[in-house]
T-cell receptor, first 114, second 111 residues
Framework: DGGITQSPKYLFRKEGQNVTLSCEQNLNHDAMYWYRQDPGQGLRLIYYSQIVNDFQKGDIAEGYSVSREKKESFPLTVTSAQKNPTAFYLC?????????????FGPGTRLTVT | GQNIDQPTEMTATEGAIVQINCTYQ??????LFWYQQHAGEAPTFLSY????GLEEKGRFSSFLSRSKGYSYLLLKELQMKDSASYLCAVIRERGYNKLIFGAGTRLAVHP
C-alpha cells in the first residue's frame, strides 16, 4: 500500500540530547514537509524539500535540521538547541506541481523531552 | 502579516447540520484546504477550493469567497464519528505548496 510512515509513534528523550524522527514515503512524491503541532495552535512548517538534495527553512526552523538524500526519505533531527521540543511532529508529502496540490500526512510522532 | 481565523470549539447534535467558518489574510493565495483530524492522528484531506463557489462532496461541502477572504465547511447529517478537529489551510505560494494553517475548530457531536 502507498503511504507515508513515521516512526516511532511515541518518543521520549532527555533534555540536551539530539533525536532524529523518521519519515518515509512510497508515493513517488517530489516534495516533503515537516510540521510541528502544539495544543491550540495550527500546524507550523519547520522545513520542506522540493527535490532530492535540496531543502528550505520553513517558519520555525531554528533548532532543527533535515536531510534529503533519497526521494523517499526526509528525516528530521531535533537538536538540543530547540528550546521547546515537546510536540506532535507531522511529516507530509505532495506530488510535483500540476499533479494535484494536496498534501498527504503521515501518522505523526509525539516527542516528549524531559 | 498572515492570519487564519477559525472558531476554537463548536458543538452540534447528531443528524444536524453545522457550518465551520474560516477567514484568512495572507500575503498570497493559491487555494484553500479543509482537513479533518481526529485526536492524536494525521490530518486527512476533505476538500480543496481555488475558485469562488461551493464544492460538494457527499455529506461535506466547502465554500470559498476570495474577495472576502472567507471559506466555510458545511457538514450535513452529522454522525458521532464527525467529532474531530477541522483545519483550514491556505496555499501561500504556487508550485510546491507552502501551507499556512489555522488553529483548527474542535467539533463535538452529541447524541
Amino acid at each position: 500500500d502507498g503511504g507515508i510512515t513515521q516512526s516511532p509513534k511515541y518518543l521520549f528523550r532527555k533534555e540536551g540530547q539530539n533525536v532524529t524522527l523518521s519519515c518515509e514515503q512510497n508515493l513517488n512524491h517530489d516534495a516533503m514537509y515537516w510540521y510541528r503541532q502544539d495544543p491550540g495552535q495550527g500546524l507550523r512548517l519547520i522545513y520542506y524539500s522540493q527535490i532530492v538534495n535540496d531543502f528550505q527553512k520553513g517558519d520555525i526552523a531554528e533548532g532543527y535540521s533535515v536531510s534529503r538524500e533519497k526521494k523517499e526519505s526526509f528525516p528530521l533531527t531535533v537538536t538540543s538547541a530547540q528550546k521547546n521540543p515537546t510536540a506532535f511532529y507531522l511529516c507530509a508529502s505532495s506530488p510535483r506541481p500540476g499533479q494535484g496540490p494536496e498534501q498527504y500526512f503521515g501518522p505523526g510522532t509525539r516527542l516528549t523531552v524531559t | 502579516g498572515q492570519n487564519i481565523d477559525q472558531p476554537t470549539e463548536m458543538t452540534a447534535t447528531e443528524g444536524a447540520i453545522v457550518q465551520i467558518n474560516c477567514t484568512y489574510q495572507t500575503s498570497g493565495f493559491n487555494g484553500l484546504f479543509w482537513y479533518q483530524q481526529h485526536a492524536g492522528e494525521a490530518p486527512t484531506f476533505l476538500s480543496y477550493n481555488v475558485l469562488d463557489g461551493l464544492e460538494e462532496k457527499g455529506r461535506f461541502s466547502s465554500f470559498l469567497s476570495r474577495s472576502k477572504g472567507y471559506s466555510y465547511l458545511l457538514l450535513k447529517e452529522l454522525q458521532m464519528k464527525d467529532s474531530a478537529s477541522y483545519l483550514c489551510a491556505v496555499i501561500r505560494e504556487r508550485g510546491y505548496n507552502k501551507l499556512i494553517f489555522g488553529a483548527g475548530t474542535r467539533l463535538a457531536v452529541h447524541p
